[in-house]
């Protein structure tokens, strides 16, 4: 049994002695086909495909076809809406300015703000292959996010590969530090791991909605008000010498901490 990782995220697996082939599309559907017999006679492609029941309800791809569009509205319209300010550290460029190939983390409680900010910029973020995780997929892609599925539990290998190649393509990439299912605000290896697989440096942020609803879920997770200010900090870098999976921690922490901090720090505040 050979497998490999299909461009949409999808997985392939064939079997060489059996002749057929299995393909688990990220969309949800399951194509499988029968593969020419390594006996036959040289010349002879052809091979049968058929659909296969889909591995989501009949609710959840009902939800994945309506969530994502609506979703994608109602964070553009919340999105004119905020006020978005930068909290700079010194000698630090936001990371919005910064051209790729950069990596940047970030905490899961701030996916809905970072959203509208970071729109349109094709930048890379790694989501779960979990039914929310499409969800989330499909609309951060009408965005203009580059979803690249996988996590640390499932398909992690293969997520690091494609987000590493994007890299290599120049491409800003994001990780979710405590995704997909936390704990809340607790780095896990990935962002670590997958800056020292490309040999760079770390940087981090967070975003914070001065007035927002918090979820009770495992992230708190934060829901702006409309017409709020939202803060966005830019602590210094993790240079690439010194990343760890407990400096990429460290960096997270103090981007929080820079959201209730004076101007007498010398951070810069900028207005968007």
Known sequence: MRSCRLADGGDLAIDVIKCHAEVKLSRGFIVRASLPSPWMLPGTRTAKLTYVASTYTFAQRLALLVVPRLASVFIRILGCTLRYEDMIAPGVIPGSKIPGPVVYAFWHRCLLSSAYYFRKQKIAILISRS??????????????????????????????????????????????????????????????LFAQHVGTWVGTFYVLPLRAWELKTWDRFLIPKPFSRVLITWPPHVPAEEVTEATVQQNLDLAVAMSVLSPETGCTLSRF
């Open 131 to 192: 039914f929310d995780g499409e969800l989330i997929a499909r609309t951060v892609e009408r965005l203009g996010f580059i979803a690249i599925r996988g996590s640390s539990s499932r398909g992690g290998a293969m997520a690091l590969k494609q987000i590493a190649d994007e890299y290599a393509r120049g491409t800003r990439c994001a990780i979710t530090a405590d995704g997909p299912r936390g704990p809340n605000m607790v780095a896990k290896p990935g962002t670590a």
